[in-house]
Structure formats: C-alpha cells, structure tokens
C-alpha cells in the first residue's frame, strides 16, 4: 500500500529512477554552496537518508534557510541515479515545504553524542541512527514473536497487569491504590483498611503473567502472553528495568525437555529473523558499537546450546580457579559473573542450566524426587547472563500446597490458582523471555536502558 502524501525512503531506494515523487522527513544535514544544497533528509523507515539535491537556480537562499538539522520537511522532486557514492538514488527537489523549523538549540546538531548524553533527551533520541535502528530491530522482533507462536497455533492470552497476587513470591511490587495516601482508612486495628480500596483488597502491578498463563494453558493447550511486567527491586544495573516487557509461554503436556526445546528453538527463529529482516540496521550496529556483533547472532543460531544441571554448573565454577567477587558454592543463586564465565569462557555458547536448588526458586517450581531440587531451567547466553527463567511447574496440588506453606506464603489469594491442579490437572511447563535482554543480545548494546524508548528504572521515570 503507498502511504498517503509521500513515498517512504525505505521504498525510495529500492525504486526505478525517473519518477517524480515526494518524500517527507527530518534534516539531518545541510551542505554545499552558492549554486547547489545537498540535504541529507531521514524518515525513519530505514537507517539510510536520501539525499535532496537543491539547484540555486530554483530555489532563493531565503527558502533554504531554515532548512537547517532537526526541521522537518517535504520535498517533491525527480528520483534520479545518484551522481556521489553511498546510495543509488537522489532527489533533485522541485519544491521544497517547510513543515517545522528548528532552530541552534536542537540538541542533535552533531553526530557522535554519548548514549548516557542521549538518555537525557530520550524525548529526541528516536531520531539518531542508533535509536532508529534498536526501535525498528525491536518491532520486528515483536512482529517476529507473535508471528512464531502464532504459525505453531499459540493463544495470545491477555492476562492482567493489575493484581492481588505475587506470582514470583519475590515481593517486589509496585501497589496500586486509590486511597488518600495522607489519611488512609483504618480497620479497627488500625492497619489500612484496604476493603475500602478500589477494589476492594491490595493490588499491586504484576511481576509476570505466569499463573494466569497457566490457567490459560490448561484450557487451551498453548498459549503465551506478551505484554508490559513491573518491579520494584532497587537494582541499578545495565540488565534490570522497573518495567520492562516479558513473553511467557505456557504450555499444556509439556515437561522440562519439551520447554528447553521450545525455547531454544525460539531464539534461535528471533536471531534468524533478526539477521534475514535487520541487515541494514545491525550492520550498522556492528559497524558502530560492535565488530563481533552479526558473527555473534550466527554463531547462536548454528550452535545446538549447551544443557547442564545447576549442580553441574556449580561443579565447573568451583574448579575454575576463577576469583569471583560473589564466592560459588552449592545453594547460591548465580550471578551474572558466573554465569558469563560458563557461557562465554567454559562452553563458549549459549548454556541451559538445569534443576536449581528449591530455596532460590519460586514456588510453583516441579519439585525433584532429591527433595532438594526443583525442574527450573535458565537459558544463560553471551553478554547477558540470564536470558530465559522457566520451568516445569508442580501439577500435584498436595505438593504445591506443602512447598507454598515452607516459603510461608499466603495462600488465600492463590485459591484459583490452586484449582487447576484440583480439577484436571496435567504436566505443563513454561518460561519467561525478558524482551530487553533479547534486544540487548540482538542489538549488541551494553545498557538495557537503550533498548526500551523510554527506560523505568530507580529514581527516573522521565518521558
Ligand atoms: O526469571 P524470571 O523472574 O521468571 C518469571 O517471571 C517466570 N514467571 C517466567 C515463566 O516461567 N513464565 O523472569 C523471566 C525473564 C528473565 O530471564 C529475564 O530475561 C527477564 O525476565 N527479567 C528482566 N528483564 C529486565 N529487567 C528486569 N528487572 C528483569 N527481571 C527479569
Ligand atoms: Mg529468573
């Protein structure tokens, strides 16, 4: 379909010269001299601009003026085979409009602004090449999940983002509440009386879908959930965001060999995906921040990923000789050292670690008949660390219910939960893939704060 008013640059440049056509964009630079203006004019469906050729003859110096970096204009010209090297098209302009000035105060004059610089103008980075190129390689990563699941007859299940229940048993939620946070309504021990909340009880905003996928999964099968998650950990570093988006499949008749497999076959269709309908964009990535960057997502797409046991892992890191900063025994949860030291020293690919120790995993984690255990799987991938956290979930409702009482969590909010596993339960399993992480793998940036438009972490929730 054209798009109304104008053809996209991403089309132009694939187009047959000798048309006349008409391109509506932001001016990234402006040169040349009395007799002729070269302007450098970006849309954003590519990472490429056109350049706009201005005959002097045709246009006063007037009219160009304001055509400086950061305005916005149309132009309607003739496409013709470029005369310069580094495209093969240009656009010898007709007409020029103006749609938006800009003036010396717009912060995107030069190339080659820091990303923590760009962070403070989040508002203006979509127009850099590097923002330009993460945002279009994270829509089509979306496109590329849903597409997935959808081809292997996934439900895209929507569950809630509002809730009374900690589905991580973590505790780090952000609430939600509509009540006078100066004079809250007291119960006659004077705790918050939350009955007298909107909804009647204490919400909060969710960590995960899971629990509800689960429900979803023990009726329709498969199904997986794609949507916005938040916590409330204080943790300032370059892999954690207060909100960031999750993919959650859940799957029915699954065990943990069944999950391991989905999930390696689906990153590996987001790296292909990535690497056939991203060229331009990461080459430009690799060109800019990191040479392995394209030999790296080929490299995980041809390699079958290394599957071991937490108590194997921990085994390797112990023998390694390595001084971590967290000291490694048995019953620690990993941290990014180890498990990078696994990926990109020991196995040098991707790794499936395997049956964690049950005290640093969540609840609904199938439990091991090594009463220490639980079938939880992390997928551990270069760069990132911790990429994927899944399981197998407990389906016997005596043994669910013993493992709730040993974390001393709450059961009353559970209750339906617990009902799946009363009326037709069956083996299932799922995972959760971090969205961010994904994109920093694939985009090769170092600070998940670059791969989201506008980042939710610790004392900023600007823009
Ligand atoms: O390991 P997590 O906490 O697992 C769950 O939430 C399960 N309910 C998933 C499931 O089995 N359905 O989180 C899953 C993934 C992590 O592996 C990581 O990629 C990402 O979510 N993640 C974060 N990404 C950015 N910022 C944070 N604060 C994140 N916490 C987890
Ligand atoms: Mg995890």
Known sequence: M???????IAEL?????????????????K???KNVAFIALNDGSTIHTIQVVADMRLFTEEQLKPVTTGACLRVTGQLTASQGSGQPVE??????EIYGVSDETYPLQKKGHTLEFLREIAHLRPRTNTFGAVLRIRHAMAFAIHHYFNEKGFVYLHTPLITASDAEGAGAMFQVTTLDLQNPPRNDRKEIDYTQDFFGQQTCLTVSGQLEGELGAM???EVYTFGPTFRAENSNTPRHLAEFWMIEPEMAFYDIHDNMNLAEDFIKYLVRYALEHCADDLKFLNDMYDKD????????????????TYTEGIAILEQSGQRFEFPVHWGVDLQSEHERYLVETHFKKPVILTDYPKEIKAFYMKQNADGKTVRAMDVLFPKIGEIIGGSQREENREKLLARIAETGMDTENLWWYLDTRRFGTAEHSGFGLGFERLLLFVTGMANIRDVIPFPRTPKNAAF
């Open 2 to 8: 054209k798009t109304p008013g104008r053809t996209k």
């Open 13 to 29: 440049l694939k187009s047959a010269t000798g048309t006349e056509v008409t391109v509506k964009g932001w001016v990234r630079t």
């Open 31 to 33: 040169r040349g001299n």
């Open 91 to 96: 656009i010898q302009a007709k007409e020029i």
């Open 219 to 221: 009726a329709l099968g």
């Open 293 to 308: 960057l394209i030999e790296r997502l080929q490299g995980v797409v041809q390699t079958g990923f290394v599957r071991l």
